[in-house]
């Protein structure tokens, strides 16, 4: 399922939705709002995607947004597991969805406690 971005920097990097992004009641990605997709080292990219991925691109925004604003109600589990869901919902293989998740569940901590800014 395709969302409507463009993408904001020379390199390609940082992708910016053009409308909002609505998940379900209650979780609503808000136009503007700037990810750099899934952050997947470059090393993994071919085992897992590349972060432009459009398998991957709805729940990398969502999972960014949800690491950055701490919505009341969200935990960083919560946010990793609908990551996961999301990820399946947009046709990723499941090993490749499930490594993704293994990935933002070892490495995230330290971003998750530098969001919470409620933007």
């Known amino acids: ?3 409507d971005i463009h ?3 020379a390199q390609g990097n940082v992708y ?3 409308q ?3 998940i379900m009641p209650g979780l609503t990605v808000p136009a503007g709002f ?3 997709g899934a952050s997947v080292p470059r090393f993994f990219w071919r085992l897992i995607f590349p972060p432009g991925d459009q398998k991957a691109l709805r729940a990398a925004f969502v999972h960014d947004w949800l690491y950055r604003t701490h919505p009341d109600g969200w935990s960083r589990e919560a946010a ?3 990551f996961l869901k999301l990820l399946l919902k947009n046709g990723m293989p499941k090993f490749r969805a499930v490594l993704a998740w293994l990935g933002v569940r ?3 901590a ?3 406690k530098q969001g919470g800014s409620h933007e």
């Open 16 to 18: 910016t939705l053009r």
């Open 106 to 108: 070892l490495f995230g």
């Open 20 to 22: 909002e992004l609505r």
């Open 7 to 9: 993408q904001t920097d």
């Open 34 to 36: 700037s990810s750099d």
């Open 1 to 3: 399922m395709l969302i």
């Open 110 to 112: 330290a971003a998750w």
């Open 80 to 82: 990793d597991m609908l």
